[in-house]
């Protein structure tokens, strides 16, 4: 999306109405673009299947560890679960709860990443003081919107586009470190929410 606003700024610039340097104005939009939910999900989702393999491995009366993989692997890795570790039900619990750790990070991602596509659909509106981004050369050489009025909405814009991407990213930030330490958002300390907490309340 933020080329979207790129393209918008690209043809103030021509009008000699701004100047910008681009890469600043993508700047914290970097983590928001990089930023891969369908892999989170993935990795729960992978994580809840090892779990599941496991449990099954543990309970089941008929089928070995070994016989749950094909070939000479399943064997090496019933030995390598036998010498790695007695408790199998605590290593399926641990493994449990970081999959439904992912699970929730995925959707708190998928809920910032929401709000930061809908706060950028704004931003990147392609119509500048109710003019067609299109038209916009012509109104503005025919006097038809003031030239201040058009540069003073683009500033707008990159200004707001920074202010959405620092939040998000921040959000991000928050998330991943939860998922890191297995709490929310350490650094602000029990019962203080982060700013991503106070993104997903609607609160920034």
Do not use: K
């Given at each position: 999306m933020i080329d979207d606003l790129i393209m918008i700024l690209d043809v103030g610039a021509d009008l000699g109405l701004i100047a910008y340097d681009e890469t600043v104005v993508r700047a914290p939009h970097r983590d928001a673009e990089a930023f891969d939910v369908d892999a989170l999900a993935a990795d729960a989702a992978r994580l809840r299947a090892t779990?599941?393999?496991?449990?099954?491995?543990?309970?089941?009366?008929?089928?070995?560890?070994?016989?749950?993989?094909?070939?000479s692997g399943g064997g090496?890795?019933?030995?390598?679960?036998?010498?790695?570790?007695?408790?199998?039900?605590?290593?399926?619990?641990?493994?449990?709860?970081?999959?439904?750790?992912?699970?929730?990070?995925?959707?708190?991602?998928?809920?910032?990443m929401g709000r930061y596509r809908h706060a950028m659909a704004t931003v990147c509106e392609p119509t500048i003081c109710g003019i067609d981004i299109g038209a916009l050369r012509i109104s503005v050489a025919a006097g038809s919107v003031a030239r201040d009025d058009v540069r003073g909405e683009l500033i707008a814009r990159i200004e707001?586009?920074?202010?959405?991407?620092?939040?998000?990213?921040?959000?991000?930030?928050?998330?991943?470190?939860?998922?890191?330490a297995d709490t929310g958002a350490?650094?602000?300390?029990?019962?203080?929410?982060?700013?991503?907490?106070?993104?997903?309340?609607?609160?920034?």
């Open positions: 779990a599941r393999l496991l449990d099954d491995a543990t309970v089941s009366t008929d089928v070995s560890f070994g016989d749950l993989w094909s070939g090496a890795a019933g030995i390598a679960l036998a010498s790695a570790t007695t408790n199998v039900d605590a290593v399926v619990a641990e493994i449990a709860e970081t999959a439904a750790t992912l699970d929730a990070a995925t959707s708190t991602v998928t809920d910032v707001y586009a920074d202010t959405v991407g620092r939040t998000v990213t921040e959000a991000l930030a928050d998330t991943v470190r939860a998922v890191s350490a650094d602000d300390g029990p019962g203080h929410p982060s700013a991503g907490e106070l993104v997903l309340a609607g609160r920034r």
